[in-house]
């Protein structure tokens, strides 16, 4: 089955610095590619997701690229602030009778003031 | 806010016990799925439904089971508890399934605590 490695688990940065961070997925016919964020005590809520005819999106300060050759995908926030502190989730699915999600685990990311 | 509620935001019972969490989906959407949320596993995926059929299994454990209703919302049924299912359980929703994959949108969830 699908599995997602997600790393770094823990990402710390300065306010206004960049954070990158980093999945790869294991079954080649995964297509689809969504990031959430999940604030605490909250469900995780979509910031951007990818489709497999894509290289990159870009929405203001969030970016994803994907190679699928090397089956990896990537999340970057540019000028991160406070508020930008969650965890941050990427997922893969591939539509192929089912739409389920297999997700990372997750990086925790604290911007520092 | 996502649209999808999620009904007891806790919930706090014994061992051996018997709960039902239950799911509403945005206005318009058909599938329900149902995710586990815990420490050690991360985000794992249990069950979806779309308009009322059972349309794809994960790691849902035998005594757990799951059903949507005519009116889309969905029910999660967690019998025989034990300590290790205490856990965050979401429900998501999205459009369909159809030929692209559709954006799930995530409810606030529900805390399970098995004392």
């Known amino acids: 089955g699908e599995n997602v490695e997600q790393h770094p688990s823990t990402l710390s940065v300065q306010e206004g610095d960049s954070a990158v961070i980093k999945c790869t997925y294991s079954d080649s016919a995964s297509n689809y590619f969504p990031w959430y964020k999940q604030e605490l005590g909250k469900g995780p809520q979509l910031i951007i997701d990818?489709?497999?005819?894509?290289g990159e999106k870009k929405d203001q300060r969030i970016a994803v690229t994907l190679n699928k050759t090397a089956k990896h995908f990537s999340l970057h926030i540019t000028e991160t602030q406070p508020e930008d502190s969650a965890v941050y989730f990427c997922a893969a699915s591939y539509q192929g009778g089912s739409e389920k999600l297999v997700f990372g685990k997750g990086t925790k990311l604290t911007v520092n003031p | 806010d996502s649209g999808v509620t999620q009904t007891p935001k806790h919930l706090i019972t014994a061992t051996g016990q018997r709960v039902t969490l239950r799911c509403s989906p945005r206005?318009?959407?058909?599938?329900v799925y149902w995710y586990q949320q815990s420490l050690d596993q991360g985000l794992q995926f249990l069950i979806q439904?779309?308009?009322?059929?059972?349309?794809a299994k994960g790691n849902i454990l035998e005594r757990f089971s799951a059903q949507q209703f005519p009116d889309l919302h969905s029910e999660l049924n967690l019998s025989s508890l034990e300590l290790g299912d205490s856990a965050l359980y979401f429900c998501?929703?999205?459009?369909?399934?159809?030929?692209?994959?559709?954006?799930?949108?995530f409810g606030p969830g529900t805390r399970l605590l098995v004392l």
């Open positions: 206005s318009g959407d058909l599938s």
């Open positions: 439904y779309y308009n009322g059929e059972e349309r």
């Open positions: 998501a929703s999205s459009v369909v399934g159809g030929r692209a994959q559709e954006t799930q949108y």
């Open positions: 990818i489709r497999s005819n894509v």
